[in-house]
């Protein structure tokens, strides 16, 4: 088990009409990530909603800010249980024996074109064996074709952009593998968290985009960008890309400023420390409601 402490600050300057907020900064409850304690805080005195999707268990804040400086901070230690798989045993998932909550993850979305990218995926990654390997070349291949390069970007970006401009950050390397993954048949859905072990080289702590695909009947974590350590990855939200699980919407007039954000491993109950670090297992944190019961 890993045991992850975080923090989040965000500052805005809210204009004088006010501004509605919808935020994705909670860290996720699943099978394998437990919260073990968490805070809130919001400068403002105002009255938020908490919100928890059913399906994605999106944890969503949200609130109407009043003119002027506001800063929302959010912090929780959580606990994650890895289900570990060894690569060769974790099989692709029929069509026809996809969970239903699955299905909405193999088609287009407005920045994973894989319709368009159809005749692509298959010439590249369609007479592979299928399985985890097949997700993992295309993992790869993503990877070796794209250079991460900060402020390459902009929410419009898409991944058919990405695979020209061969260039992005993590939400780009995201887009184009998901794109790619559908485009063959495989479930692939964006996740927005935080990661421990990012290279320094790249800055500050950030916000990180990461793939999870879905074989074996569970979803695996991939990163294409490579930038991260996938033992690392707390979720925060999951969606079919980053438009479903941005970690911040606003709906008004707003400025605001970089994010502040810190993450350490801790020892856990027992005093165990257990230090993120790259591993050649396919790894999980989450499993479809509806999916066959680990045996």
């Known amino acids: 088990m890993v045991r992850l402490k975080f923090s989040i600050e965000l500052g805005y300057q809210v204009a004088d009409a006010g501004c509605d907020f919808l935020f994705n900064i909670q860290a996720a409850h699943t099978r394998e990530q437990a919260v073990v304690s968490e805070t809130l805080g919001i400068s403002q005195v105002l009255q938020p909603e908490f ?9 969503y804040l949200k609130f109407r800010a009043l003119p ?9 230690t959580v606990d994650i249980r890895h289900h570990v798989a060894q690569p060769d045993q974790v099989a692709e998932v029929g069509v026809l024996q996809l969970p239903g909550a699955v299905l909405p993850y193999l088609y287009p979305s407005r920045y994973c074109q894989s319709d368009r ?3 692509l995926a298959v010439k590249e990654f369609g ?15 993503v990877n070796q074709r794209v250079t991460f390069m900060s402020n390459s970007s902009t929410g419009n970006t898409t991944a058919i952009d990405t695979l020209i401009d ?3 950050v993590c939400r780009d ?3 184009l593998m998901i794109a790619l993954c559908r485009a063959v048949n495989i479930p692939a859905r964006f996740v927005s968290g935080i990661d421990y072990g990012a290279d320094p080289a790249l800055g500050p702590t950030d916000f990180h ?3 999870e695909v879905y074989v074996g009947h569970r979803w695996y974590m991939f990163d294409p960008s490579g930038t991260a350590i996938p033992m690392g990855f707390v979720r925060l939200a999951t969606g079919r890309d980053a438009a479903d699980a941005a970690f911040a919407t606003m709906f008004g007039g707003v400025s605001s400023s970089a994010p502040v954000i810190s993450i350490e491993a801790l020892p856990d109950d027992q005093g165990q420390l257990v230090v993120p670090q790259h591993v050649a297992e396919a790894l999980s944190t989450d499993a479809a409601a509806d999916a066959p019961a680990d045996n």
Do not use: K, M
């Open 173 to 175: 390397f995201a887009h």
């Open 68 to 76: 002027g400086p506001l800063t929302v901070s959010y912090g929780a």
């Open 127 to 141: 007479q592979l064996r299928q399985g985890y390997s097949r997700v993992q070349a295309i993992r790869d291949w």
């Open 209 to 211: 985009a990461y793939v």
């Open 117 to 119: 990218l159809h005749r």
């Open 51 to 59: 919100y928890t999707d059913a399906v994605s268990r999106n944890r």
């Open 166 to 168: 061969e260039a992005g």
